[in-house]
């Protein structure tokens, strides 16, 4: 949002501070080493940036410019290395969170041609899967950008910078409802276009800025409490969830070791107090072919007897995993399940004990 801000203010103003570039450049930063498939929005922001001022024949500047953003970026990015040197898991970092997520998640195989209309398909997907408010302001949003008292390089400078974002979200063609959140900083684009439009028949003073900020909040947090996934499970005591009652079973055992099979963590490492002893401890969204190191660990420990427990987070009813998994069951005893009654999909949670414990 800040860099969105810094963005539109050099385009009205026609300059940029290098504390700004730097201060975009931390964000981004910060970004590369949590969520990289985001920096579109910034490549994007610093390339138009940099033409802007080419173009101005500001050519130090344009230069200079770049300089900084990398300077700002590069912080993060040099104290995730030093964490990670000091705790050599420098190796695992590139391996992991690099190379596995850039090879074994998507599909890198398609032409580009096709890779730009399904990346097209699955921004609307997004877009009509986030409510009619964000279809409404995003729809707006092209033509706001038009009426916008800003010069014709700066509109296609933001479009430019909003197309990136949305291709290096769905660069790899995986599509899941929440990648669309950052996309919808560009709403404030329609936002400004409709404050702009109100304004010429309403003029603003500090009241009605303050009312309009009021509501706002208001809004926002009485959607955010009833307009949520979580409502479900609002008013549900700890006692009542299953990942609550197994811990209570688990914790009965002195030291625990616990692996979260089947699925992405459901919660019982936090619940538990566990910190995981295997090098794999859930079943990333990654098919087999792609990464089979991960599956076969996974099998390698239930063989192995490597922890105390397994938690086996799964749709399948118990005869289905007795079928996958025979040496889950040669080697451990079910001591209970639980429904998961908060999530879609009939999910449910095993509990498994080392045998001869």
Same mark, same amino acid.
């Given at each position: 949002?800040?860099?969105?801000?810094?963005?539109?203010?050099?385009?009205?103003? !026609?300059? #940029?501070?290098?504390?700004?570039?730097?201060? %975009?450049?931390?964000? %981004?930063? $910060?970004?590369?080493?949590?969520?990289?498939?985001?920096?579109?929005?910034?490549? &994007?922001?610093?390339?138009?940036?940099?033409?802007?001022?080419?173009?101005?024949?500001?050519?130090?500047?344009?230069?200079?410019?770049?300089?900084?953003?990398?300077?700002?970026?590069?912080?993060?990015?040099?104290?995730?290395?030093?964490?990670?040197?000091?705790?050599? &898991?420098?190796?695992?970092?590139?391996? /992991? *969170?690099?190379?596995?997520?850039?090879?074994?998640?998507?599909?890198?195989?398609? &032409?580009?041609?096709?890779?730009?209309?399904?990346?097209?398909?699955?921004?609307?997907?997004?877009? $009509?899967?986030?409510?009619?408010?964000?279809?409404?302001?995003?729809?707006?949003?092209?033509?706001?950008? #038009?009426?916008?008292? +800003?010069?014709?390089? %700066?509109? #296609?400078?933001?479009?430019?910078?909003? /197309?990136?974002? /949305?291709?290096?979200? *769905?660069?790899?063609?995986?599509?899941? +409802?929440?990648?669309?959140?950052?996309?919808?900083?560009?709403?404030?684009?329609?936002?400004?276009?409709?404050?702009?439009?109100?304004?010429?028949?309403?003029?603003?003073?500090?009241?009605?800025?303050?009312?309009?900020?009021?509501?706002?909040?208001?809004?926002?947090?009485?959607?955010?409490?009833?307009?949520?996934?979580?409502?479900?499970?609002?008013?549900?005591?700890?006692?009542?969830?299953?990942?609550?009652?197994? %811990?209570?079973?688990?914790?009965?055992?002195?030291?625990?070791?616990? #692996?979260?099979?089947?699925?992405? @963590?459901?919660?019982?490492?936090?619940?538990?107090?566990?910190?995981?002893?295997?090098?794999?401890?859930?079943?990333?969204?990654?098919?087999?072919?792609?990464?089979?190191?991960?599956?076969?660990?996974?099998?390698?420990? +239930?063989?192995?007897?490597?922890?105390?427990?397994? /938690?086996?987070?799964?749709?399948? !009813?118990?005869?289905?995993?007795?079928?996958?998994?025979?040496?889950?069951?040669? !080697? *451990? @005893?079910?001591?209970?399940?639980?429904?998961?009654?908060?999530?879609?999909? !009939?999910?449910?949670?095993?509990?498994?004990?080392?045998?001869?414990l």
């Amino acid at each position: 949002m800040i860099t969105l801000y810094f963005f539109l203010d050099f385009f009205v103003n !026609n300059k #940029i501070t290098y504390k700004r570039l730097f201060v %975009a450049g931390l964000c %981004a930063g $910060c970004v590369l080493i949590s969520k990289y498939t985001l920096l579109g929005f910034w490549f &994007g922001f610093m390339a138009c940036i940099f033409f802007n001022l080419i173009l101005n024949k500001q050519y130090k500047k344009s230069i200079m410019s770049c300089l900084i953003f990398l300077l700002g970026m590069s912080i993060p990015f040099i104290i995730s290395l030093i964490y990670m040197g000091i705790n050599g &898991g420098i190796k695992e970092y590139f391996n /992991v *969170y690099f190379y596995i997520n850039m090879t074994a998640y998507g599909n890198l195989k398609t &032409g580009l041609i096709m890779r730009m209309l399904k990346i097209a398909s699955g921004f609307l997907k997004g877009l $009509c899967k986030n409510g009619i408010i964000q279809i409404i302001l995003l729809v707006l949003m092209p033509i706001c950008l #038009i009426k916008m008292n +800003i010069s014709k390089s %700066a509109k #296609i400078s933001i479009f430019i910078t909003f /197309v990136f974002t /949305v291709v290096g979200i *769905y660069w790899g063609l995986v599509y899941y +409802i929440y990648y669309f959140m950052p996309i919808q900083i560009f709403m404030l684009i329609s936002l400004i276009g409709v404050a702009t439009l109100i304004n010429k028949y309403i003029k603003f003073n500090k009241w009605s800025i303050i009312f309009l900020i009021s509501i706002s909040i208001i809004t926002t947090v009485s959607l955010s409490y009833f307009k949520t996934n979580y409502k479900i499970c609002r008013f549900m005591k700890k006692e009542e969830m299953p990942q609550y009652k197994l %811990a209570q079973i688990i914790n009965e055992e002195e030291n625990p070791t616990l #692996i979260n099979e089947g699925e992405l @963590d459901c919660g019982i490492y936090t619940m538990s107090n566990i910190i995981p002893s295997t090098y794999f401890f859930m079943r990333n969204n990654i098919s087999y072919d792609k990464y089979p190191r991960m599956e076969d660990s996974l099998k390698e420990y +239930i063989k192995e007897k490597s922890t105390k427990f397994i /938690v086996y987070y799964t749709t399948m !009813n118990l005869g289905g995993l007795e079928e996958k998994e025979p040496e889950l069951f040669n !080697n *451990y @005893d079910l001591i209970t399940y639980q429904e998961q009654t908060t999530r879609p999909g !009939n999910f449910t949670l095993y509990l498994f004990k080392m045998k001869n414990l």
